[in-house]
Every structure is written in C-alpha cells, then in structure tokens.
C-alpha cells in the first residue's frame, strides 16, 4: 500500500480538500492550495500542483463541482450523504502523522457538528434498535 494513502480512494491532499471545504465552504483553487500548505511550509509550484490534480480527481470523482466564478466547492451530497459517515470520514484524518491535517480535521469536525445543530453526544450516541442488534 502506498504510504501516502490514508484510506483506500482518498490520499492525503484529497483529504485536506474535502475538510477545508467542509470548513470554507469554497475556495479557488490558489487559496485551497495555500491552505492545504500553511501547515507545512509556503505554496510552491509542486503544492498548487498537487492540490489542483486532486482537486480535478475529486471533482471528475463526483466529490467536488465548480462554481460559476471558478472556486472549488463540495458536490451536493457526494461525499457522504449521512451525517455520522460524513463525520467519520473528516475524523479519520486525526490519524495523520502531519499536525496541520490533524488541526484542519478537528476543526471540520466541529464546523461539521455545527453545521448539523447537534451536540457530540447525540452525533456518537448509538440508537438502541442498533445496539440491541450488536449485542445478539
């Protein structure tokens, strides 16, 4: 496996994109490329480059569309359609060996939680139909 990959489907630039936008809503591909570098070191030409291929990976994935004034924003419902996956996939970047990709997934995480008006108990509390079936 390659060491890049965090998750079959998704590598790290990937990741970051999809919590970034999570958290900004949109971006252009220039500021999505600067905040996917803050954490590690300024944007170069290899970064943007980097950024705008996993982007247009992303988008061609059904994951992100274009606006009409060219930013990058999350496809309507294309990552994850429920909440509790959408959520699981944003906290499965807090394994990241980077600090700055484990910031922005924390932060996604919260935007996300806001964005939903619940509280962390209820979005981790297991329905007890669902628990009654895990436990037979």
């Known amino acids: 496996m390659n060491a890049a990959r965090i998750e079959p489907g998704f590598d790290r630039v990937e990741y970051a994109i999809i919590a970034i936008l999570t958290r900004t809503g949109h971006l252009s591909t220039q ?35 274009r606006t009409r004034y060219g930013e990058w924003m999350l496809a309507d419902g294309a990552v994850h359609a429920e909440p509790k996956e959408r959520l699981a ?12 990709e484990i910031l922005a997934a924390a932060r996604a995480a919260e935007a996300e939680r806001k964005r939903l008006g619940a509280t962390w108990r209820q979005l981790l509390s297991v329905p007890s139909s669902a628990a009654q079936v895990q436990a037979a």
């Open 89 to 100: 996939s944003i906290l499965g970047m807090l394994g990241s060996a980077h600090d700055g």
């Open 31 to 65: 500021l999505l490329a600067l905040e996917v570098a803050a954490p590690f070191a300024q944007l170069s030409p290899t970064i943007y480059a980097n950024v705008r291929k996993a982007a247009d990976r992303l988008q061609r994935e059904g994951v992100l569309r």
